[in-house]
C-alpha cells in the first residue's frame, strides 16, 4: 500500500464531519476537483469504499467510520505534537554530578555560577557521596560527572587540583609551628587520620610515607566527618591532618598549619581530585567538564594547587 498522508486523511475525516465534500473543500481551502481527487486515492489505498453518497452529501460507511475514528486520533495526536516537541526542547537538561567531602567550597561555587551564565538551560543535580560509591554509580549511569579523589582506572579521568594536607590542633593548645611542617615536625604526636570506607586511598599514603622514612607519629586512624572534633577528643589525639577546606568547614576554632613536604613518590602530601566520566557524547557532559577544568577562582592559594597531569584527554565541547 502506497505511504499514507496525513493531508488526505484530513480531507477524509473533514468530508465526514461536514457530511460534504465541497464544504470540506472549501473549509480547507483546496479546489474541489482536487478534494475530490485525493479521496479517490484514498479509496484506492484501502480498496473499499470509505465514503457514501447521502441525500444531503457523503457519509461514512462502516469502514469509513471505522477509518475516521483512528484518523481522527492521529490528526489530533499531530496537532499536538509541535507543543510537544518545544516543552521538550524547553526543559532544562541535567547533569547528575557526583560530590564527595572537602571539595573547595568558593571553587565550585564558581563552578554553579559559570554553568548558570554559560549553559542557562541546564541544571546540576548533585549526588553527595564518598569516592567509591561514585565509581559504582557511574559505572551504573546514575552519575553523568564524578569528582574523586582517586583516579579509577575503569573510567577516562582529567586531573583537577590537590590540596595539601596540614595539621589542625586544638584551641588553646601550643602551636606546632609558626611556618610549614615537615613529616619530621610530627614525631612523637598522636595524630587522627582519616579512614574512608570502602577503596577510597584516604591517608594511608601520609602514614605509608611516614613510615618510609621512620618517623615515629601515633596514627589514629578513624572514619570522620562533621564530628571530628569529638572524634579528636574521644581518642586524645593531639591534633588532626586534613585539608585547610575541611578544618575551616569543620574545626573553625582550631589552628591549622601546613604540611610542606612530599610522598614517597616525590609528590606533595595532600588529597588530590579528579573529574571522571562514563560518556562524553553529549556536548552538555562536554560543556561542564570543561567548565570544571578551566575554573581557577577559589584554587589560587598555597593550600590549594591545580594539577596538569591528566591521564585521559578530555573532549572539547561543541
Same mark, same amino acid.
Given at each position: 500500500?502506497?505511504?499514507l498522508?496525513l493531508?488526505?486523511?484530513?480531507?477524509?475525516?473533514r468530508?465526514?464531519?461536514?457530511g460534504?465534500?465541497?464544504?470540506?473543500a472549501?473549509?480547507?481551502?483546496v479546489?474541489?476537483?482536487?478534494?475530490s481527487?485525493q =479521496?479517490?486515492?484514498?479509496r484506492?489505498?484501502?480498496g473499499?469504499?470509505?465514503?457514501e453518497r447521502s441525500?444531503?452529501?457523503?457519509?461514512? $460507511?462502516?469502514?469509513?467510520?471505522a =477509518?475516521?475514528?483512528?484518523?481522527?486520533?492521529?490528526?489530533?495526536?499531530a496537532?499536538?505534537?509541535p507543543?510537544?516537541?518545544?516543552?521538550?526542547a524547553?526543559?532544562?537538561?541535567?547533569?547528575t554530578?557526583?560530590?564527595?567531602s572537602?571539595i573547595?567550597?568558593a +571553587?565550585?561555587?564558581?563552578v554553579?555560577?559559570?554553568v548558570a551564565?554559560?549553559?542557562?538551560r541546564?541544571?546540576?543535580?548533585?549526588?553527595?557521596?564518598? $569516592?567509591?560509591?561514585?565509581?559504582?554509580l557511574l559505572q551504573?549511569?546514575?552519575l553523568?560527572i564524578a569528582l574523586?579523589?582517586?583516579?579509577?582506572p575503569?573510567?577516562?579521568?582529567?586531573?583537577?587540583? +590537590?590540596?595539601?594536607?596540614g595539621?589542625?590542633?586544638?584551641p588553646g593548645t601550643?602551636?606546632?609551628?609558626d611556618?610549614?611542617?615537615r613529616?619530621?615536625? =610530627?614525631?612523637?604526636?598522636?595524630l587522627?587520620?582519616h579512614v574512608?570506607?570502602? $577503596?577510597?586511598?584516604?591517608?594511608?599514603l601520609?602514614?605509608?610515607?611516614?613510615?618510609?622514612r621512620?618517623?615515629?607519629?601515633?596514627w589514629?586512624?578513624?572514619?570522620?566527618t562533621?564530628?571530628?572534633?569529638?572524634v579528636?577528643?574521644a581518642?586524645?589525639?593531639?591534633g588532626v591532618?586534613?585539608t585547610?577546606?575541611s578544618a575551616?568547614?569543620?574545626?573553625?576554632?582550631?589552628v591549622w598549619?601546613?604540611l610542606a613536604?612530599?610522598?614517597?613518590?616525590?609528590?606533595?602530601?595532600?588529597v588530590?581530585?579528579?573529574?571522571? +566520566?562514563?560518556?562524553?557524547?553529549?556536548?552538555?557532559?562536554?560543556?561542564?567538564?570543561s567548565?570544571l577544568?578551566?575554573?581557577?577562582?577559589?584554587?589560587?592559594s598555597n593550600?590549594?594547587?591545580?594539577?596538569s597531569?591528566?591521564r585521559t584527554?578530555?573532549?572539547q565541547p561543541?
Amino acid at each position: 500500500m502506497p505511504e499514507l498522508e496525513l493531508r488526505h486523511l484530513e480531507y477524509f475525516c473533514r468530508s465526514v464531519e461536514l457530511g460534504s465534500i465541497s464544504r470540506a473543500a472549501a473549509a480547507l481551502q483546496v479546489s474541489q476537483p482536487t478534494m475530490s481527487r485525493q =479521496l479517490a486515492r484514498l479509496r484506492r489505498q484501502f480498496g473499499i469504499d470509505l465514503l457514501e453518497r447521502s441525500a444531503t452529501g457523503v457519509v461514512a $460507511t462502516e469502514a469509513g467510520r471505522a =477509518l475516521y475514528e483512528r484518523a481522527r486520533d492521529l490528526l489530533d495526536e499531530a496537532d499536538r505534537l509541535p507543543a510537544q516537541v518545544k516543552a521538550v526542547a524547553d526543559r532544562p537538561q541535567v547533569i547528575t554530578l557526583g560530590l564527595p567531602s572537602g571539595i573547595p567550597r568558593a +571553587w565550585f561555587s564558581a563552578v554553579i555560577r559559570r554553568v548558570a551564565n554559560e549553559l542557562p538551560r541546564l541544571r546540576l543535580e548533585l549526588v553527595e557521596e564518598g $569516592t567509591h560509591i561514585q565509581r559504582r554509580l557511574l559505572q551504573r549511569a546514575e552519575l553523568d560527572i564524578a569528582l574523586l579523589h582517586t583516579a579509577p582506572p575503569e573510567s577516562p579521568t582529567a586531573a583537577l587540583f +590537590w590540596q595539601v594536607y596540614g595539621v589542625a590542633t586544638p584551641p588553646g593548645t601550643e602551636r606546632l609551628g609558626d611556618g610549614a611542617l615537615r613529616l619530621e615536625d =610530627l614525631t612523637g604526636l598522636r595524630l587522627l587520620t582519616h579512614v574512608a570506607t570502602g $577503596t577510597d586511598t584516604d591517608d594511608t599514603l601520609i602514614r605509608h610515607t611516614a613510615r618510609a622514612r621512620h618517623i615515629a607519629v601515633g596514627w589514629i586512624p578513624r572514619a570522620f566527618t562533621e564530628n571530628v572534633a569529638l572524634v579528636a577528643l574521644a581518642s586524645e589525639a593531639d591534633g588532626v591532618v586534613l585539608t585547610a577546606e575541611s578544618a575551616n568547614h569543620r574545626l573553625p576554632n582550631w589552628v591549622w598549619t601546613p604540611l610542606a613536604d612530599v610522598d614517597v613518590s616525590g609528590d606533595p602530601l595532600g588529597v588530590r581530585t579528579w573529574v571522571a +566520566w562514563r560518556d562524553a557524547s553529549p556536548s552538555h557532559v562536554r560543556n561542564v567538564i570543561s567548565i570544571l577544568r578551566t575554573t581557577r577562582k577559589g584554587l589560587a592559594s598555597n593550600e590549594i594547587q591545580v594539577q596538569s597531569a591528566d591521564r585521559t584527554p578530555v573532549p572539547q565541547p561543541d
